[in-house]
């Protein structure tokens, strides 16, 4: 039996988790966020007409693995997950929320939220965790770093200059993300755009399986425009989005009761040809979506193959 430190708690590092301590092994995830779901994040927000919420991450995923496939089965099982068409025959959305199976997971792990990790440390007694000029924990037996390619990139120097290398080299697209909430449902029968050029993908949230609330939609850019604006402000990317969306609908918008917008910097990931990263001497690992491709399947598989490496 191992103690072993997880950071991060997006679906690789829960995947991952889930598999370490069916082995036996004890198990304690950090994450700097207030709740579960990494890329699989859900917004809520107080309105006159309501709470609204956002998918403003994944907004939708696949099982076309078999193994994965069982899991979604029985997320399906338990109302943690439902099928939505509106993406497409084979797309899965959380309910009530996209980040419902996250928590579900997280439920049952050792979870230390708000918590950055700013460095390792490799001690003679295990491996310690750093925050800002603090100790986080200590004597870990094992590390995984589940974050993405360039947050892992940083961590893993001076440890394992070959991981750090294939995290370096692994970038990953950001997106600028528009949340826009109404009183009254637009004039529009689509509930979907795709492939714009400026918008990249746009859904009526609230069409989603378990929603409530008032009129919500998500509007991401496009890679190519987040990346030529990574650096305006919200407001004008808020402006920028919505005259788009509004054109692209060809409606005028009313005055929203929502309008901001989220920066992914690390949105989109890319791929390499392995699906974990493991160094039995130092028992570090690193396990993510972009180690396979930009899909959430992707980061389940990810962290599943991680702990059989960790376990052999």
Same mark, same amino acid.
């Given at each position: /039996? /191992?103690?072993?430190?997880?950071? %991060?708690?997006?679906? =690789?590092?829960?995947?991952?988790?889930?598999?370490?301590?069916?082995?036996?092994?004890?198990?304690?995830?950090?994450?700097?966020?207030?709740?579960?779901?990494?890329?699989? =994040?859900?917004?809520?927000?107080?309105?006159?007409? %309501?709470?609204? +919420?956002?998918? $403003? %991450?994944?907004?939708?995923?696949?099982?076309?693995?078999?193994?994965? @496939?069982?899991?979604?089965?029985?997320?399906?099982?338990?109302? !943690?997950?439902?099928?939505?068409?509106?993406?497409?025959?084979? &797309? *899965?959305? %959380?309910?009530?929320? /996209?980040?419902?199976?996250?928590? #579900?997971? &997280? !439920? +049952? $792990?050792?979870?230390? *939220?708000?918590?950055?990790?700013?460095?390792?440390?490799?001690?003679?007694?295990?491996?310690?965790?750093?925050?800002?000029?603090?100790?986080?924990?200590? +004597? $870990?037996?094992?590390?995984?770093?589940?974050?993405?390619?360039?947050?892992?990139?940083?961590?893993?120097?001076?440890?394992?200059?070959?991981?750090?290398?294939?995290?370096?080299?692994?970038?990953?697209?950001?997106?600028?993300?528009?949340? #826009?909430?109404?009183?009254?449902?637009?004039?529009?029968?689509?509930?979907?755009?795709?492939?714009?050029?400026?918008?990249?993908? !746009?859904? @009526?949230?609230?069409?989603?399986?378990?929603?409530?609330?008032?009129?919500?939609?998500?509007?991401?850019?496009?890679?190519?425009? +987040?990346?030529?604006?990574?650096?305006?402000?919200?407001?004008?990317?808020?402006?920028?989005?919505?005259?788009?969306?509004?054109?692209?609908?060809?409606?005028?918008?009313?005055?929203?009761?929502?309008?901001? &917008?989220?920066?992914?910097?690390?949105?989109? =990931?890319?791929?390499?040809?392995?699906?974990?990263?493991?160094?039995?001497?130092?028992?570090?690992?690193?396990?993510?979506?972009?180690?396979?491709?930009?899909?959430?399947?992707?980061?389940?598989?990810?962290?599943?193959? #991680?702990?059989? /490496?960790?376990?052999?």
């Amino acid at each position: /039996m /191992m103690k072993i430190a997880i950071v %991060g708690s997006g679906l =690789s590092g829960l995947a991952c988790a889930d598999q370490l301590v069916a082995a036996g092994h004890r198990v304690r995830l950090f994450d700097k966020a207030r709740g579960p779901g990494g890329r699989m =994040s859900t917004r809520r927000l107080e309105t006159a007409a %309501g709470q609204v +919420s956002f998918d $403003h %991450g994944a907004q939708y995923f696949t099982a076309r693995d078999p193994a994965f @496939r069982a899991v979604v089965d029985d997320w399906h099982a338990v109302g !943690a997950v439902a099928p939505w068409p509106a993406a497409g025959a084979e &797309a *899965w959305v %959380g309910v009530p929320a /996209m980040n419902a199976p996250a928590r #579900l997971l &997280a !439920a +049952s $792990h050792d979870v230390i *939220w708000s918590t950055p990790v700013e460095a390792l440390v490799a001690r003679q007694d295990g491996w310690q965790l750093q925050g800002v000029n603090e100790t986080i924990d200590g +004597s $870990h037996d094992a590390v995984v770093l589940a974050i993405p390619a360039e947050q892992a990139a940083a961590l893993l120097v001076p440890w394992n200059a070959g991981f750090r290398a294939i995290a370096a080299e692994t970038v990953s697209a950001p997106c600028w993300t528009l949340m #826009l909430a109404f009183e009254e449902p637009l004039d529009t029968d689509r509930l979907t755009i795709r492939d714009d050029a400026v918008i990249g993908w !746009a859904a @009526r949230n609230s069409d989603k399986p378990g929603r409530t609330g008032p009129e919500a939609w998500v509007i991401q850019a496009s890679p190519a425009w +987040s990346l030529d604006h990574l650096e305006n402000s919200q407001a004008e990317v808020v402006e920028a989005l919505s005259g788009r969306f509004a054109g692209l609908l060809g409606i005028t918008l009313a005055d929203p009761l929502v309008a901001t &917008a989220h920066r992914w910097r690390f949105a989109r =990931s890319g791929r390499t040809d392995h699906q974990a990263l493991y160094d039995e001497d130092r028992k570090l690992g690193v396990c993510g979506d972009w180690l396979i491709g930009p899909r959430v399947e992707c980061a389940w598989l990810s962290g599943v193959a #991680l702990a059989r /490496m960790i376990r052999a």
